[in-house]
């Protein structure tokens, strides 16, 4: 294509008018000269024009070949469409609302869920060149990521491997005036690396962070400044109590910036104040724990596969001294340019959701499939008119395709209202149902409309435009010339297998859907009702510092709600419990998940032990070489010995050989939906290891809550961090399922509004097909009964086939859940059944309108219009 | 009147045909050049005059040659063609073309 091409045709288009009368002069005044030879030869005024257009040719096709040259008729075709499209859309409103409404609705949700998805894994963290940026750890055997600890990241900040910068960082929780107050301790060099300014005072510099346990300052989010602080403008300078330790605010961190972790955080401090502001050993001392996170910029050039090969030879250098459990075997780098990094893990994760929200889209279209396949067989005699003038099918096609897409223009915008909306009804449904104590724990994040929240919708639209779109396009163009031009469209019963086909296509997706949503329910019902093995009313959890422990139990220990205290160095039902590798005296070496608690905490929650007996208070105290497992755990590591007073070789540092002095039954430790837990340690808690407290109160669970923490917050500020109710707990691990039944519930819902009016649309159009048929019957002395039951025998067929693919693809789909979720059944009856009767019954009901519509067919007024 | 029997001309042939008629370098609008192709061919390539056209534009579009509005010797209103730069060197590419092809049919068609 030359550049004269490109100008030529965009003069084309743009001076459309204007090419198009140049081309007329120009031909006319060819023939004008032509006309004027002739004349001059003597012929006649006549004579000579016919002799001119003869030598000519044809001036339309000439014309028309010129046009060609441009080669924007497929434009000008376009044009044409559209004109023609909008048009026939003026004469039937109620037709474009309907088809627009029903796919907006399905692009709109599915809209709404790309905006999430697109807010927290596509859209780039607001620093400078987030693309550059990678977290970086190695895996050991088991492929579980490494915490560093401080001399390990020194030397990697030394040799720095494939990265040009490097910073290191931990989390830290606490709560301030009873807020939670999450925070990031980095590296001196982190808001530089980052390139992230202040909105007030300054940011974090290196030197904040030159030495341990110096500079006790701290960097407040914009969010946590203007939420927890109501914006003071006096801010700067001021100090607030952080895990009760004072801390000098010296800025706010650019607005729009909350780090580059999941979750927003609400504060940054030097990593050197690590001592101050974190229980258990000094980072920076003998004891090396394995706290820090390592993120970095990548070399400028460095590919991110290349650096894994770097990272892993420098990674396993690093622990060749260790034992083989320890040494590092893979790295794990990973992108940080979005909140959460784009990782095939996650889309594995996030696939069925987006494959649900996908489905009730595809429902959307095949309805208005549906009516398009109707409306295009009512257009049958124009559309054979056409054929038999001379249009080409092609031609037709694209004209109809034309209109499809012209109506997803409107559904396009229409869908992105419903988008917004539902996102903010979403929003605050979660935020009314959610569990009150993870109700501060929740951000909203923005999310913005960018550019590719607009790609998603222009594509989608397309993409819904094609689907319902094609089929009829490629349906009613096929028909009989002769037959559908003198209207006999009954003939050619095409039209009604493709519409069967699209009414099974959705009680399929249907069903499926609902089966689906239905097991999810009783899943989520099976874990509220399931017996976590404890008792969790009256019992609250506390998190204290260490430094702060005494204090907090003598005040406890006189408070007259308190009745019972124990402490945990995990709290159950609170996620994920550290594990050990045990070993029996000639038996087998297991992973087993431990936990250090003081006797009281099977009395507390109410545990039994089965046999043996419980720890002492001596045995805590004095750090007596005992345990106690769960009964699982007994069988596993002894199998039919018995476990009592039996030796356990316990890894860690240092190793310890235990005696195991009682049996106890087994509990949930780690969450709900993963089951109890079979095997579990219990060693006795020493003072270091009682993190946690938890506590028996008498009378109002919240409310005591609330008491105990403002009491404890003016006796030792900054001493408690997570203080919840079990109950809360219990409560906050099934919100997830909660959360995830009601969106199926919804979705659920739609998919059956779609299927009842795409089944009574087809019923409808069946009826109106076989209005002669009836009659005839009905002159021949049908009843009401067989006609109504002629009708609804065709609409229960449909269901039937679709009903039962749907429950083999339901099949399938629970299996495939079951293998992941403890409390899923591959076939739960109850939801199969449920959901089969409730896709069957709408069927009918769809189907039995038009039934009877079809049963009052008057046969003398039918049969009159031939 | 006896006419001469006219050749159908072969597709390109027409554009080596206008790039020729248009060398010496003056603009010429569409009756012209057909006139002349006519002419000079005596009156053997006499093609369908309205397919000139078609071929005028694409030659444009190709950028060999280039239209301008002017008025014809008789007053009207014509659009007016020239030939390009690269007009000028795509003839002497065809040109030379045409000739190879042509001696080369002449010699089968001698010695066969």
Redesign the interface.
């Known amino acids: 294509m ?4 490109v100008l ?2 965009l003069r084309a288009l743009l001076f459309r008018a204007r090419v198009e009368e ?1 081309l007329e ?3 006319e ?2 023939l ?3 006309r ?1 030879k002739h004349l001059d030869a003597g012929r006649s005024e006549d004579e000579a024009g016919r002799l001119a257009r003869l ?5 339309g ?2 014309k028309e ?2 046009r ?4 924007i008729e497929s434009f000008e075709t376009t044009l044409q469409d559209i004109r023609y499209a909008l048009r026939s859309f003026r004469r039937s409103p109620g037709f474009v609302l309907t088809v627009s409404g029903t796919i907006a609705l399905g692009l709109g949700l599915n809209l709404a869920l790309f905006t999430l998805f697109n807010a927290y894994v596509l859209r780039p963290i607001s620093i400078h060149d987030p693309y550059s940026l990678y977290s970086f750890t190695w895996a050991d055997r088991q492929g579980r990521g490494h915490a560093f600890f401080w001399d390990e990241y020194q030397q990697f900040e030394k040799d720095s491997p494939a990265f040009s910068e490097v910073a290191a960082v931990q989390y830290v929780y606490t709560r301030v005036d009873g807020h939670v107050f999450q925070g990031q301790l980095v590296t001196g060099n982190y808001f530089q690396m980052l390139g992230v300014g202040s909105e007030l005072g300054r940011p974090l510099l290196p030197e904040d962070a030159s030495a341990p346990g110096r500079e006790a300052v701290v960097v407040l989010s914009y969010q946590a400044w203007q939420n927890m602080f109501r914006g003071r403008p006096d801010i700067v300078g001021t100090k607030i109590m952080v895990r009760g330790f004072p801390m000098e605010v010296v800025g706010v961190a650019r607005k729009g910036f909350q780090d580059i972790s999941e979750v927003p955080r609400d504060f940054w401090a030097p990593l050197t104040m690590a001592g101050r502001l974190q229980d258990g050993s000094d980072l920076f001392g003998a004891d090396h724990p394995e706290r820090l996170d390592i993120v970095g910029r990548l070399r400028r050039g460095q590919s991110v596969s290349g650096a894994e090969a770097i990272l892993t030879a420098w990674s396993q250098r690093m622990t060749l001294q260790l034992p083989d459990e320890g040494k590092a075997v893979g790295v794990l780098l990973h992108s940080k340019a979005t909140s959460i990094p784009l990782t095939p893990e996650l889309l594995i994760t996030f696939s069925p959701l987006a494959v649900v929200f996908g489905l009730v889209l595809v429902l959307a279209c095949t309805n208005v499939a549906s009516m398009m396949l109707a409306r295009a067989t009512a257009r049958q005699r124009e559309i054979g008119i056409r054929l038999s003038l001379g249009a080409l099918r092609r031609r037709l096609i694209r004209q109809l395709l034309t209109e499809s897409i012209l109506l997803s223009i409107p559904a396009a915008i229409l869908g992105f209202i419903i988008s917004r909306v539902t996102i903010d009804a979403s929003i605050r449904v979660m935020f009314a149902t959610v569990p009150k104590d993870m109700l501060e724990l929740i951000h909203d994040v923005p999310r913005p409309v960018d550019w590719r929240v607009i790609a998603f919708m222009v594509f989608a639209a397309l993409a819904s435009a094609l689907l319902f779109g094609l089929a009829p396009a490629l349906q009613a163009t096929r028909a009989n010339v002769m037959s559908s031009v003198r209207g006999e469209v009954a003939s050619d019963l095409r039209p009604v297998r493709v519409r069967n086909a699209l009414v099974i296509a959705q009680i399929t997706v249907c069903t499926l859907l609902l089966v689906a949503c239905g097991a999810l329910v009783r899943t989520t019902m099976a874990m509220s009702a399931f017996d976590i093995g404890f008792r969790t009313n009256n019992v609250i959890a506390m998190e204290i510092v260490e430094n702060s422990r005494g204090r907090v139990m003598d005040a406890l220990a006189s408070d007259p709600a308190v009745d019972t205290i124990a402490t945990a160095s995990s709290v159950p039902l609170n996620g994920a419990v550290p594990s050990v590798t045990t070993r029996a005296e000639n038996g087998p070496t297991i992973s087993t998940a431990f936990n250090d608690v003081s006797p009281e905490y099977f009395e507390i929650l109410g545990i039994p032990i089965v046999r043996g007996r419980n720890f002492t208070k001596q045995e805590s105290a004095s750090e007596t070489r005992v345990a106690i497992l769960s009964a699982m755990a007994a069988q596993r590591l002894f199998a039919h010995r018995n476990a009592l007073g039996q030796i356990l070789h316990v890894s860690g540092e240092p190793a310890r050989e235990v005696r195991v002095i009682g049996l106890a039954a087994y509990i949930v430790t780690c969450c709900i939906p993963w089951g109890k837990d079979p095997v579990l340690l219990y060693l006795p808690a020493t003072p270091a290891t009682s993190a946690n407290v938890l506590v028996h109160v008498r009378g109002e669970v919240e409310s005591e809550r609330h008491w105990l923490d403002t009491r404890l917050a003016a006796l030792a500020p900054g001493a408690v961090g997570d203080i919840h109710s079990l109950d809360q707990y219990r409560a906050v691990g099934l919100y997830g399922f909660r959360a995830a039944s009601m969106i199926g519930a919804t979705l659920g819902g739609l998919a059956l509004l779609l299927t009842l009016t795409g089944i009574y649309g087809v019923v409808s159009y069946f009826v109106t097909q076989r209005t002669k048929e009836i009659g005839i019957r009905v002159a021949l002395g049908a009843t009401t009964h067989t006609v109504v039951g002629m009708v609804l025998k065709h609409s229960l067929r449909l269901t039937a086939i679709g009903t039962v693919i749907g429950t083999g693809l339901a099949i399938g789909m629970s299996r495939l859940l079951a293998s992941r979720l403890v409390f899923m059944r591959v076939f739960d009856s109850a939801a199969f059944a449920a959901g089969v009767l409730l896709v069957a019954s709408t069927a009918l009901a769809a189907g039995y309108i038009p039934s009877r519509r079809a049963a009052q067919i008057d046969p003398i007024q039918t049969l009159r219009y031939d | 009147m006896a006419k001469p029997s006219r050749l159908d001309l072969l597709q390109g042939t027409l554009d080596l045909l206008i790039l020729r008629t248009l060398q010496p370098g003056d603009a010429m609008h569409g009756w012209a050049i057909s006139e002349r192709i006519r002419r000079l061919s005596d009156n053997v390539l006499q093609a369908n005059q309205g397919s000139l056209y078609p071929a005028l534009h694409r030659l444009e579009h190709q950028g060999w040659i280039k239209a301008e509005w002017g008025v014809s010797e008789l007053g009207r209103r014509a659009r007016f063609y020239r030939l390009t730069a690269s007009g000028r060197k795509q003839l002497q590419q065809e040109a030379d073309n045409w000739t190879r092809v042509a001696g080369a049919i002449g010699k089968v068609l001698e010695l066969a």
């Open positions: 030359t550049v004269s091409d030529l045709r140049e002069d120009e031909v005044f060819h004008a000269m032509a004027r030598d000519f040719g044809r001036v096709a000439v070949d010129c060609g040259v441009r080669g």
